[in-house]
């Protein structure tokens, strides 16, 4: 399985608001992305059926942005307790300002640990 290079995996943990797109025609947007045990992780805030979740769930290759470059990624579902109770403290100690508990809190419910996403360079 192919990882991150340690340096990308810094610039990432460092990054509050992650550059991600799915496949080549969507825009890039910005989301909250957590790095656990060298491993990257993004969950949605909304499940929307036009939203960035779903099109990596239907198209699994995009792309983000990691400093200035673009990087392809592919995309694959997180699986286990484990690991989705290692993401959630991932986002608890990352965004940790008052206004991000509510959406600390909401990422952590079953239906958000669901959706959550395993990025993986290509």
């Given at each position: 399985?192919?990882?991150?290079?340690?340096?990308?995996?810094?610039?990432?943990?460092?990054?509050?608001?992650?550059?991600?797109?799915?496949?080549?025609?969507?825009?890039?947007?910005?989301?909250?992305?957590?790095?656990?045990?060298?491993?990257?992780?993004?969950?949605?805030?909304?499940?929307?059926?036009?939203?960035?979740?779903?099109?990596?769930?239907?198209?699994?290759?995009?792309?983000?942005?990691?400093?200035?470059?673009?990087?392809?990624?592919?995309?694959?579902p997180a699986r286990g307790e484990k690991l989705?109770?290692?993401?959630?403290?991932?986002?608890?100690?990352?965004?940790?300002?008052?206004?991000?508990?509510?959406?600390?809190?909401?990422?952590?419910?079953?239906?958000?640990?669901?959706?959550?996403?395993?990025?993986l360079p290509v």
């Amino acid at each position: 399985m192919t990882r991150f290079a340690r340096a990308a995996l810094r610039t990432i943990d460092e990054t509050r608001y992650f550059s991600i797109r799915s496949g080549t025609e969507h825009r890039y947007i910005g989301i909250w992305v957590v790095v656990v045990d060298g491993r990257v992780f993004v969950r949605p805030w909304n499940d929307r059926r036009t939203g960035w979740y779903r099109a990596f769930l239907a198209e699994r290759r995009g792309s983000v942005k990691i400093g200035q470059r673009d990087v392809q990624v592919r995309a694959r579902p997180a699986r286990g307790e484990k690991l989705n109770d290692a993401v959630d403290r991932a986002y608890s100690e990352k965004y940790t300002t008052k206004p991000n508990q509510k959406y600390v809190k909401g990422f952590a419910t079953a239906k958000r640990r669901a959706t959550t996403l395993e990025l993986l360079p290509v």
